[in-house]
């Protein structure tokens, strides 16, 4: 697990934000040793691993040699909102209130999203920050629409609309929240685009 949240560490201060350098900060002062024991694996995993193993970003091979003690749930904010959405992808809350590693005004964590699907148009309170780890999605981010692969980096500012559709292998990202991180205020906007691959 060190090598992960090294990893993760890395790419949170090449964001350049302060609350990404605050996020870095928190990874690497770590949990407690029983924070990630052997989770049961997501219904995803086999396409996780799949993806994982092909590379892309240098964090690929820490996120899948750790794969066995992540704790990838249900993508419980969108399921009251949309079955749809929570149907086709999963996350694993690493840093926040209710992570392993507590903090208590940042997120952060991994979202895996199943091949050539879409996840609607959507905002919330936080700033939210993406890092593409493996594969590639046609990412929404207000009025910019563009491919984003391995490397990708995008910032969503608080209440900015964004969406993705996922490419023909899906895609994993490291996300980070930070500001007003509540999950009440997560909503599904009016897109033209959703119920379209």
């Not at 879409?118 to 981010?141: K, M, R, V």
């Amino acid at each position: 697990m060190p090598e992960l949240l090294r990893s993760l560490s890395a790419i949170c201060v090449t964001e350049g934000r302060s609350a990404a350098d605050r996020t870095a900060a928190a990874l690497l002062a770590g949990a407690p040793d029983d924070s990630f024991g052997l989770r049961p694996p997501t219904v995803f995993d086999i396409a996780i691993r799949s993806l994982l193993s092909k590379g892309g970003h240098p964090a690929a091979a820490a996120i899948l040699s750790a794969q066995d003690c992540l704790p990838w749930v249900d993508n419980a904010i969108a399921r009251p909102l949309s079955a749809e959405a929570a149907d086709i992808s999963t996350y694993a809350t690493l840093l926040g209130p209710d992570g392993p590693i507590f903090a208590a005004d940042l997120r952060l964590g991994l979202y895996y999203q199943r091949p050539d699907t879409y996840y609607a148009l959507h905002n919330h309170d936080a700033d939210e920050t993406y890092a593409i780890i493996c594969g590639e999605a046609l990412w929404t981010s207000g009025e910019d629409v563009r491919m984003r692969g391995p490397g990708s980096m995008i910032h969503h500012p608080s209440l900015m609309p964004h969406a993705f559709r996922s490419g023909p292998e899906g895609f994993l990202a490291l996300w980070r929240w930070s500001g007003d991180i509540n999950l009440h205020s997560y909503a599904f906007l009016p897109d033209p685009m959703a119920g379209s691959v």
